[in-house]
């Protein structure tokens, strides 16, 4: 990801870090689901000419870092891989649609996005490591809950 990339008349490097999750926050990115979520998001960020550097499928949310074309916009990248996802996912698991709070929307409505710049490494590991931190983290506090 420290490398320019080149289309036929720009050089660029356009880095983001992007979180979102499942609507209510749902535990729900896990087995099958969490795997369909993985591949489709590899898939459709090649489909945009996007790369993946780091891709981070928790139970509750997406960590995403991704090099995009400056000719793609990221509100239209993230609604490319929210609502294509969304529908794959109630297409290949009917129950999920049949859950009344999901009202046909698998995502929360926003996401969270931030350019990657100096700190790039640090954040490169923040979305490697960020699950068995936030693990470690759960299981100190259920030792002290009686």
């Not at 729900?28 to 459709?44: H, N, P, S, T």
């Not at 129950?95 to 999901?102: A, F, S, V």
Request: charged content about 35%.
């Amino acid at each position: 990801m420290g490398k320019y990339k080149k289309l036929s008349h720009v050089v660029y490097k356009c880095d983001y870090h992007i979180v979102w999750v499942p609507k209510y926050r749902l535990r729900i990115l896990k087995g099958a689901v969490k795997e369909l979520v993985e591949q489709d998001i590899r898939m459709l960020c090649e489909w945009k000419s996007c790369e993946v550097e780091e891709l981070n499928v928790q139970e509750d949310h997406v960590h995403l870092l991704v090099s995009v074309p400056p000719k793609v916009s990221i509100s239209k990248l993230m609604g490319t891989l929210k609502g294509k996802i969304a529908i794959k996912l109630f297409k290949s698991y009917p129950k999920l649609k049949k859950k009344p709070y999901w009202g046909n929307h698998f995502w929360s409505r926003g996401y969270f996005v931030s350019t990657v710049g100096l700190d790039e490494e640090m954040i490169k590991k923040y979305v490697k490591f960020q699950e068995k931190e936030e693990k470690r983290v759960e299981e100190q506090q259920q030792r002290f809950d009686f």
